[in-house]
């Protein structure tokens, strides 16, 4: 089982807006709506910013949003900021030959 | 508010077995959810493991099944990690994090340990 495909790096200036794309198989993000996508500092735990592909979780920016279309997610955010710089991991729910999670190869967010 | 905290050692020597411990606090493990452990070896992405739901279903990521027993404690409120014959590519952050679907396992996770450092050397 592959990694889900992502941009090894997004840059963008304060204020604008960037996508990370995140792309997979029909086994995994274009079979379920069971993706995720993570926010993860240095040095620290991932973090929770997406789930089932569009909805934000509690506390979470609304500047973060999540999308899918067919084997393809996407995360946008919008109105960037120094903070938001850091790693994103995109997730799927996979039942490729046995149930299994899949994560993506991780893009790096540079605020330029 | 649920937290989660994973302990063991941080050196084990290659061909040993990796056991880790993640102790559940302000909810209690048997009460339906999947948990779940998740690694990166340093600098690059993230692993998945495998999950467990009380002691009934235990998923793996094929890749580690050999290897791998996830295993949980209710009266301790704890689950367990240990990975056998491990070798320097095992050599990684662990985590311990809950699946936010309540009895069912959809590989999202909301609440995650800190982590630890688990470097295989001689």
């Known amino acids: 089982q592959s990694a889900l495909t992502q941009p090894a790096s997004v840059s963008g200036s304060p204020g604008q807006s960037i996508t990370i794309s995140c792309t997979g198989t029909s086994s995994d993000v274009g079979g379920y709506n069971y993706v995720s996508w993570y926010q993860q500092h240095p040095g620290k735990a991932p973090k929770l910013m997406i789930y089932?592909?569009?909805y934000r979780p509690s506390g979470v920016s609304n500047r973060f949003s999540g999308s899918k279309s067919g084997n393809t997610a996407s995360l946008t955010i919008s109105g960037l900021q120094a903070e938001d710089e850091a790693d994103y991991y995109c997730?799927?729910?996979?039942?490729?030959?046995?149930?299994?999670?899949?994560f993506g190869t991780g893009t790096k967010v540079t605020v330029l | 508010q649920v937290q989660l905290q994973e302990s063991g050692p941080g050196l084990v020597k290659p061909s040993e077995t990796l056991s880790l411990t993640c102790t559940v606090s302000?909810?209690?493990?048997?009460?339906?959810?999947?948990w779940g452990w998740i690694r990166q070896p340093p600098g690059k992405g993230l692993e998945w493991i495998g999950s467990i739901y009380y002691s009934e279903n235990i998923y793996y990521n094929p890749s580690l099944k050999s290897r791998v027993t996830i295993s949980v404690d209710t009266s301790k409120n704890q689950f367990s990690l240990k990975l056998r014959s491990v070798t320097a590519a095992d050599t990684a952050v662990y985590y311990c994090?809950?699946?936010?679907?309540?009895?069912?396992?959809?590989?999202?996770?909301?609440?995650w340990g800190q982590g630890t450092l688990v470097t295989v050397s001689s």
């Open positions: 997730s799927s729910y996979t039942s490729s030959s046995t149930l299994k999670d899949v």
């Open positions: 089932d592909a569009v």
């Open positions: 302000g909810y209690s493990i048997s009460s339906g959810y999947y």
């Open positions: 994090a809950r699946d936010m679907r309540w009895g069912m396992p959809t590989m999202e996770f909301d609440y």
